[in-house]
């Protein structure tokens, strides 16, 4: 005889959950208040209620009662078109007393009425919880973990399931049942919040060997809300060790449609060492997929923070990504964080500056072209450094980073030439003058002086073109 005591994993609960039925759909209510408890069943026109107190015993069929602690009784009551039916079963002494009504008369409690509440008896145990600590206790003492899981599959909804998965986990599991029961709660489980519940507060036993890694990803991949689903990641990434899960963990981060969700899973994965395969697979195939310019621009932050072998063609997807970014202040922080911390990155001139481009704003502009001379990463890409200058609009932005080029960078006096000439074109006779101005005191190569003569001739103003001049000579 196992002595029961009705769980608080699914008393202290008040819930409505619908089933799909052929016919109608069924609600079920638990509700406990100072130990009394009360089931609600409502399916159409057929309604019942189950209310108990204290602790009692189902027989080895789950068809009769056992036995009912001295405080405590068990009432059912059934409510159909044209039939009512109700049961009080008490203690007395060591026996139990029944009191049967039917329709409203009491009754005799015969083979009729005993049949009735045996079937239902059967059926309450499957649909509400009733009784599930003492029948997992029998289940797991008759044929252990797998007598368990073959009784949940005969359970109906999520929620009584889960009642059973987490009673199973209360027991020392032995290591090699682990991976059945994640895949079972995988493939059993409907729920989103159920899974989550699940696999959040049993994680210590479920996921405590790596090897069940993969089994847990699966079981988690059908999930639909981004919310829980992130929340299931999260629990399993520091597990991660080998390239194979790495890959199967960002195959399901893709899978997420909020970018916000995405940001705070790939925050967490990029935090630990991630390999090259892998790095290449995120920056390439995830992070185009955030849309968000600021959570795209978070993650490559935390990427150029927390990663260090970067191959030539990660960080020309990294640019790539930065270029499709529609705000050119997020496209400017995330380019000059690039250049601080992987300046190798610059090598390939024609992403780089291709994603300079998209950049409308001249201060924006500007500030990653003043990144790149401080970095010192102009010279072997002067050409390019040049025809951006001369897609900016502001003569102020761009006078001032090419007085920042002659002045920060060691050119040869044929490219500070180059330079020069390349400046012909500003409008401005305030800052080509002071351009020109800075030039001049940068070197009296004779090239350099040719230079700034010819393009001091594009200055209207007698004034700054007299200081330009005075400068020469």
């Given at each position: 005889?196992?002595?029961?005591?009705l769980?608080?994993?699914?008393?202290?609960?008040?819930?409505?959950?619908?089933?799909?039925?052929?016919?109608?759909?069924?609600?079920?209510?638990?509700?406990?208040?100072?130990?009394?408890?009360?089931i609600?069943?409502?399916?159409g026109?057929?309604?019942?209620?189950?209310?108990?107190e204290g602790t009692?015993?189902?027989?080895?069929?789950?068809?009769?009662?056992?036995?009912?602690?001295?405080?405590g009784?068990?009432e059912?009551?059934?409510?159909?078109?044209?039939?009512?039916?109700?049961l009080?079963?008490?203690?007395?002494g060591?026996?139990?007393?029944?009191?049967?009504?039917?329709?409203?008369?009491?009754?005799?409690?015969?083979?009729e009425?005993?049949?009735?509440?045996?079937?239902?008896?059967?059926?309450?145990?499957?649909?509400?919880?009733?009784?599930?600590?003492?029948?997992?206790?029998?289940?797991?003492?008759?044929?252990?973990?797998?007598?368990?899981?073959?009784?949940?599959?005969?359970?109906?909804?999520?929620?009584?399931?889960t009642?059973?998965?987490?009673?199973?986990?209360?027991?020392?599991?032995?290591?090699?049942?682990i991976?059945?029961?994640?895949r079972?709660?995988?493939?059993?489980?409907?729920?989103?919040?159920?899974?989550?519940?699940?696999?959040?507060?049993?994680?210590?036993?479920l996921?405590?060997?790596?090897?069940?890694?993969?089994?847990?990803?699966?079981?988690?991949?059908t999930?639909?809300?981004?919310?829980?689903?992130?929340?299931?990641?999260?629990?399993?990434?520091?597990?991660?060790?080998?390239?194979?899960?790495?890959?199967?963990?960002?195959?399901l981060?893709a899978?997420?449609?909020?970018?916000?969700?995405?940001?705070?899973?790939?925050?967490?994965?990029?935090?630990?060492?991630?390999?090259?395969?892998?790095?290449?697979?995120?920056?390439?195939n995830?992070?185009?997929?955030?849309?968000?310019?600021?959570y795209?621009?978070?993650?490559?932050?935390?990427?150029?923070?927390?990663?260090?072998?970067?191959?030539?063609?990660?960080?020309?997807?990294?640019?790539?990504?930065?270029?499709?970014?529609?705000?050119?202040?997020?496209?400017?922080?995330?380019?000059?964080?690039?250049?601080?911390?992987?300046?190798?990155?610059?090598?390939n001139?024609?992403?780089?500056?291709?994603?300079?481009?998209?950049?409308?704003?001249?201060?924006?502009?500007?500030?990653?072209?003043?990144?790149?001379?401080?970095q010192?990463?102009?010279?072997?890409?002067?050409?390019?450094?040049?025809?951006?200058t001369?897609?900016?609009?502001?003569?102020?932005?761009?006078?001032?980073?090419?007085?920042?080029?002659?002045?920060?960078?060691d050119?040869?006096?044929?490219?500070?030439?180059?330079?020069?000439?390349?400046?012909?074109?500003?409008?401005?006779?305030?800052?080509?003058?002071?351009?020109?101005?800075?030039?001049?005191?940068?070197?009296?190569?004779?090239?350099?002086?040719?230079?700034?003569?010819?393009?001091?001739?594009?200055?209207?103003?007698?004034?700054?073109?007299?200081r330009?001049?005075?400068?020469?000579?």
């Open positions: 005889m196992i002595l029961h005591k769980s608080s994993t699914f008393l202290l609960v008040s819930l409505s959950l619908l089933c799909t039925h052929p016919l109608s759909a069924q609600s079920i209510s638990i509700h406990e208040n100072n130990g009394d408890r009360k609600v069943v409502e399916e026109r057929k309604k019942l209620t189950i209310r108990s009692f015993s189902l027989s080895e069929d789950d068809r009769s009662i056992n036995s009912i602690s001295s405080d009784y068990l059912v009551e059934e409510k159909r078109p044209g039939t009512a039916r109700k009080l079963i008490e203690p007395n060591n026996q139990l007393s029944y009191r049967y009504r039917e329709d409203g008369r009491t009754t005799e409690y015969d083979a009425a005993q049949a009735w509440f045996a079937d239902l008896l059967t059926t309450l145990v499957r649909k509400t919880g009733l009784g599930a600590e003492s029948r997992v206790e029998r289940f797991y003492s008759q044929s252990g973990t797998e007598g368990v899981l073959e009784e949940i599959a005969r359970l109906e909804g999520d929620h009584v399931q009642i059973y998965f987490k009673l199973l986990l209360d027991y020392d599991i032995p290591s090699r049942d991976d059945e029961i994640i079972a709660v995988g493939s059993t489980i409907n729920s989103d919040h159920y899974r989550t519940e699940i696999f959040k507060e049993h994680r210590q036993v996921l405590a060997d790596a090897s069940n890694v993969d089994s847990y990803l699966s079981a988690i991949s999930v639909d809300s981004d919310h829980y689903k992130s929340e299931l990641i999260s629990l399993v990434v520091d597990l991660i060790m080998s390239s194979s899960d790495q890959n199967n963990l960002l195959a981060i899978t997420l449609d909020s970018d916000h969700y995405k940001h705070e899973v790939i925050s967490q994965v990029v935090r630990q060492p991630v390999s090259e395969e892998n790095l290449s697979f995120l920056v390439e995830l992070l185009p997929e955030i849309d968000s310019d600021h795209r621009s978070e993650v490559i932050d935390e990427l150029l923070e927390h990663q260090n072998d970067w191959s030539s063609a990660a960080l020309d997807h990294i640019m790539e990504a930065v270029g499709q970014m529609d705000s050119d202040h997020y496209q400017a922080e995330s380019l000059k964080r690039l250049l601080r911390t992987q300046p190798q990155a610059s090598k001139y024609d992403i780089l500056y291709r994603a300079l481009e998209e950049i409308d704003s001249d201060h924006y502009k500007s500030e990653v072209m003043h990144s790149l001379i401080k010192d990463q102009v010279v072997p890409s002067l050409n390019s450094f040049l025809q951006g001369q897609m900016m609009g502001s003569d102020h932005h761009r006078a001032g980073v090419l007085r920042s080029l002659v002045s920060e960078t050119l040869t006096p044929d490219q500070l030439a180059e330079v020069i000439n390349s400046a012909s074109d500003i409008k401005s006779d305030h800052y080509l003058s002071e351009f020109l101005l800075e030039a001049c005191q940068e070197s009296d190569d004779e090239k350099v002086t040719d230079a700034i003569a010819q393009t001091a001739k594009s200055i209207s103003s007698d004034h700054y073109y007299g330009v001049m005075k400068c020469l000579n």
